[in-house]
């Protein structure tokens, strides 16, 4: 069993930037992968940008790629979504997830508590 704690959101203005970070305590991280999704109101989870448990491979939605980056630090079990360029559409909670490396949402088994992130235009 892992816990995932999400923290970093915050409100920015369009065309700023955050740094989005998920810890995770228990279980083995390393042998997770791990994704972020991003929920705006009225509108279902998405998978925004998922990451491999060695951190070689990753994927993007369109709609950030360029923009955002994601990355991990097995040391610190801890992953991080870097989101620049940021658009009012953007604004959303994101949640951090781990387990396997899919777009699907039923593919990760643990879930954060998620972090409100909103741009403002």
């Known amino acids: 069993q892992v816990q995932l704690v999400e923290s970093g959101g915050g409100l920015v203005q369009a065309g700023g930037s955050l740094r989005l970070s998920c810890a995770a305590h228990?279980?083995?991280?390393?042998?997770?992968?791990m994704g972020w999704f991003s929920q705006a109101p009225g509108k279902e989870r998405q998978l925004v940008a998922a990451?491999?448990?060695?951190?070689?491979?990753?994927y993007y939605a369109d709609s950030v790629k360029g923009r955002f980056t994601i990355s991990r630090d097995n040391a610190k079990n801890t992953v991080y979504l870097q989101m620049n360029s940021l658009k009012p559409e953007d604004t959303a909670v994101y949640y951090c997830?781990?387990?396997?490396?899919?777009?699907?949402?039923?593919?990760?088994?643990?879930w954060g508590q998620g972090t409100q992130v909103t741009v403002s235009s």
């Open positions: 997830a781990a387990n396997w490396f899919s777009d699907r949402m039923d593919k990760y088994d643990y």
């Open positions: 990451i491999t448990w060695s951190g070689r491979g990753t």
């Open positions: 228990g279980g083995t991280f390393d042998s997770y992968a």
